[in-house]
C-alpha cells in the first residue's frame, strides 16, 4: 500500500493512508496545490496534495495536508498538475529570432508565403537583406519548393534569403546567389548541394553545407541582438510552461549571454547547454563541463551533425530515396569525428550527434562503439556517459537494438513525425516507415526516449509534442495510411518523454523530472487533465502556472 503522505527528512511526521494530522502540527510551506497530480513516479504514480518549501518539494500527499499559516494555497476545481515539462532538444535563440523576424511558420500555400515576403521587405525597406525561416511545403496546394524564379518577383532590389522550417535548405534570390558567386559552374561544398534543374539552371535551392555561401554575407547579428533573442526566447517557454530546455547546440558567446541573464535575474527557466562542433566544442573539451551548483545553467554537452534532415533529401539513406535518385549528405566523416569521441569519453563531456536518416544514424552508432572500445574504462570519467543521438528519426531494427546495447539515448521530437508524415511516404517509401520515428519499438527494447521539440523547427510547444507522442497524428486529426499507428505511446509514457527522461538525459534524474520530496520545484499545471481529455482538447488546454524553483514564473489571467 502507498503511503499518502511522503514527507521531505526535515519534518519529523511520517503518516500513512488510515492516519491524519495531528491538530498541532502543520507542514511549513512557501506555497501549495491541490489537485489531479500526476508525479511521474511508478512508485507513488498519483496525488493530490503537495507543498513546497523554498526551491523543493516538501510533501506529496493523497489526503489533504495541514499547512501552517501564511503558505499560498492554490486549490484547481480542474486540470492537472505535473513535473515541469522540459524539452530535450531546442535553439533558443532560434525562438527569440523567429519572434523577432520574418516568420514564415505554418503558412499554408506558397503564394501566401512569397506574399509574407512581400510584405515584409516592403515594411522593412531600410533592411539591406530580406531574410526569412520557417516555410514548409508539406501542406501547400502548389506541392513544390520555392524557387528563384518566386523570390526575385517579390524581391529583386535586395538579396532575399529564406530557410525552409528544418534548417537545412534555403532559397536564396539572384542577387543572393550573384553576391556569393554561385553560378551554374560553382562547386558544392562537400556535405552539401547546390540544387539545378533539368536544365542545368540553378533552382536557388541550397542545401546544408552549401548554405554557408549565401550565410556568410548575411549581416551579423549584434552582441545586444543576440541577448535580446535569447531573453525573448526563454520568455516564451515559461508561458507555454517549460520549466526547462536543452540548447541543441550553440556558442560560447551565447552561453556567456545566458549566464549574464542569470547574474542579471533574467534567466526565466533552467537551461541544460550543449556547444556546437567547432572552436567552441574544443574549449569545453579543455575546459570541462561547467555544472551550476543551483542547476539553472549547465553546460556539459558537444553538438555534432551528421547528416542532413529528410525533408530537403539530406538524410543520409542506406537505399536512395524513393522519390528522388540520391542517398543524401553525410556531414562528417570517422577520422573528423573519433578524437572528440574519445577526447570526450576523458573528460566526461557528453556527445550528442544530429542523425535523421538510418545510415546516419548506424554510423554514428558504429563510431560511438569504436570509441567505447578504443578509450579503456579505467579512463572514461563517468561510468555511463549518456551519449545521444538527436532526432534518430530512422532507424534499422538491429540498430535499434544499438541503442540498447551500447546505452545510446535517442532524444526525438513528435512534431517532426506529425509533420513528416505528409512527405515522408514519398521520400522514404512504404516498406521504410515501419523504421521511422519508432517511439514504441524503442520503448520496448527498454530504452528512454528525451522528448524535445527542435524549435523553432517546429512550434516548440509541450502540448503538440504530447499529443503528438500519444496520437502519433497531425493537429487536424490526419495520420494517413502506412502511419504505424502502434508506434505511438502512451500518456503515461509521452509525460515522461518531457519530464523524467530528459532530466535522465542530463543527469539531473535525481534532482528533477518527477513530483517527489527533496526534488526541485518545477511543474507544469494545464487547465485541461491531458492525461485523459479527448486528443484534440490536449492542443487547447490553457498553461495555468509554471512554477520554477519554488517560483511562480507564469501564471495565465483568469
Not at 513546497?52 to 492554490?74: T, Y
Not at 574549449?283 to 553538438?303: F, N, P, T, V, Y
Not at 530515396?321 to 566523416?333: E, F, N, P, R, V
Amino acid at each position: 500500500m502507498h503511503k499518502s503522505i511522503i514527507i521531505s527528512s526535515s519534518l519529523v511526521m511520517a503518516l500513512v493512508s488510515n492516519q491524519g494530522w495531528a491538530a498541532k502540527d502543520c507542514i511549513d510551506a512557501d506555497l501549495a496545490f491541490s489537485g489531479n497530480i500526476y508525479t511521474a513516479n511508478d512508485k507513488f504514480p498519483k496525488a493530490k496534495h503537495l507543498a513546497i518549501k523554498g526551491n523543493k518539494i516538501s510533501a506529496v500527499s493523497l489526503e489533504p495536508l495541514q499547512l501552517c499559516d501564511g503558505a499560498r494555497h492554490f486549490k484547481l476545481k480542474s486540470g492537472a498538475i505535473y513535473p515541469g515539462f522540459s524539452d530535450a532538444h531546442v535553439h533558443l535563440k532560434g525562438i527569440g529570432y523567429r519572434e523577432k523576424s520574418l516568420n514564415l511558420q505554418g503558412i499554408n500555400s506558397l503564394a501566401e508565403t512569397l506574399q509574407a515576403v512581400s510584405d515584409f521587405a516592403k515594411a522593412n525597406p531600410n533592411n539591406n537583406w530580406v531574410v526569412g525561416r520557417g516555410w514548409i511545403e508539406k501542406l501547400w496546394p502548389e506541392k513544390r519548393f520555392p524557387n528563384i524564379a518566386d523570390l526575385d518577383a517579390v524581391v529583386s532590389d535586395r538579396p532575399a534569403y529564406i530557410k525552409r522550417a528544418d534548417g537545412h535548405s534555403a532559397v536564396a534570390n539572384s542577387l543572393a546567389l550573384k553576391l556569393a558567386g554561385i553560378d551554374t559552374s560553382t562547386t558544392a561544398p562537400e556535405g552539401g548541394a547546390i540544387e539545378k534543374n533539368a536544365k542545368g539552371e540553378l533552382t536557388g535551392l541550397l542545401v546544408d553545407n552549401a548554405m554557408a555561401l549565401v550565410e556568410q554575407l548575411i549581416p551579423k547579428n549584434s552582441r545586444a541582438d543576440d541577448k535580446g533573442a535569447l531573453a525573448k526566447g526563454l520568455a516564451r517557454n515559461v508561458a507555454l510552461g517549460w520549466t526547462q530546455t536543452q540548447n541543441a547546440g550553440g556558442s560560447w558567446q551565447d552561453l556567456e549571454l545566458l549566464k549574464e541573464l542569470q547574474k542579471e535575474g533574467k534567466l526565466a527557466h533552467r537551461v541544460y547547454y550543449a556547444l556546437s562542433q567547432g572552436s567552441d566544442a574544443d574549449k569545453l573539451l579543455e575546459e570541462k563541463a561547467q555544472i551550476d551548483e543551483s542547476h539553472w545553467i549547465s553546460a556539459r554537452g558537444i553538438k555534432l551533425y551528421s547528416d542532413g534532415a529528410l525533408g530537403s533529401r539530406g538524410a543520409a539513406l542506406i537505399e536512395p530515396y524513393h522519390d528522388a535518385k540520391g542517398k543524401g549528405l553525410l556531414l562528417i566523416d570517422e577520422q573528423t569525428i573519433m578524437p572528440i569521441l574519445q577526447k570526450a569519453l576523458r573528460t566526461g563531456i557528453q556527445i550528442q550527434t544530429h542523425a535523421i536518416g538510418d545510415l546516419a544514424n548506424r554510423l554514428v552508432l558504429d563510431w560511438y562503439e569504436k570509441a567505447f572500445h578504443s578509450v579503456p574504462r579505467d579512463q572514461w570519467a563517468i561510468a555511463n556517459p549518456r551519449w545521444r543521438i538527436e532526432h534518430s528519426q530512422n532507424i534499422t531494427p538491429e540498430d535499434q537494438d544499438r541503442f540498447k546495447q551500447l546505452g545510446i539515448i535517442p532524444s526525438m521530437q513528435p512534431s517532426h513525425a506529425i509533420g513528416d508524415l505528409h512527405f515522408a511516404p514519398d521520400r522514404l517509401g512504404k516498406a521504410r516507415l515501419q523504421n521511422a520515428y519508432p517511439w514504441q519499438s524503442l520503448l520496448d527494447k527498454g530504452l528512454v526516449i528525451a522528448g524535445g521539440s527542435d524549435a523553432p523547427v517546429e512550434i516548440g510547444d509541450p502540448r503538440i509534442e504530447f499529443y503528438a507522442a500519444s496520437l502519433r497524428k497531425d493537429t487536424r486529426g490526419f495520420q494517413g495510411k502506412g502511419w504505424h499507428p502502434e508506434l505511438a505511446v502512451s500518456r503515461e509514457n509521452a509525460l515522461k518523454m518531457f519530464t523524467l527522461w530528459p532530466a535522465y538525459a542530463a543527469f539531473e534524474e535525481n534532482l528533477r523530472g518527477s513530483i517527489e520530496v527533496g526534488k526541485l520545484a518545477d511543474l507544469t499545471i494545464f487547465a485541461d487533465d491531458i492525461m485523459t481529455v479527448e486528443g484534440e482538447k490536449i492542443l487547447e488546454t490553457k498553461v495555468l502556472f509554471t512554477i520554477i524553483d519554488g517560483q511562480i514564473a507564469y501564471q495565465e489571467n483568469l
